[in-house]
């Protein structure tokens, strides 16, 4: 049974407006405005992420691959070969820079 719109709230008369907008867009008009949201939504999410990888390495709380790993080695039962995985798979995917990479091996000890 349809709600009256009387009884409706304001978040649900907002909603029902669009979506009677929408229904009476041309299949035109509604590719344009469904490409136009998608292309707001990547945007937003890359800025969003430029803005995180910006605060991590402009303020300093970023705290690194390499000392993870190193804080890491102190864990009960993380011996050497494991740790030496770990520092292995960092470089294979990229996690570690190449500076991070050289001094990794003189510390592993």
Request: aromatic share 6%; glycine share 10%.
């Amino acid at each position: 049974m349809v709600k009256r719109s009387c009884r409706r709230t304001n978040d649900e008369n907002r909603i029902h407006e669009k979506a009677v907008k929408m229904r009476k867009m041309t299949n035109e008009q509604l590719v344009h405005y469904v490409e136009d949201r998608v292309a707001k939504a990547e945007s937003e999410g890359y800025n969003r992420g430029a803005r995180e990888v910006g605060r991590q390495s402009a303020g300093g709380s970023e705290k690194g691959v390499k000392n993870f790993l190193e804080n890491f080695k102190q864990v009960p039962g993380i011996g050497k070969i494991t740790y030496m995985r770990l520092v292995e798979f960092a470089k294979v995917n990229g996690y570690m820079l190449e500076e991070e990479q050289n001094e990794g091996k003189n510390s592993n000890g």
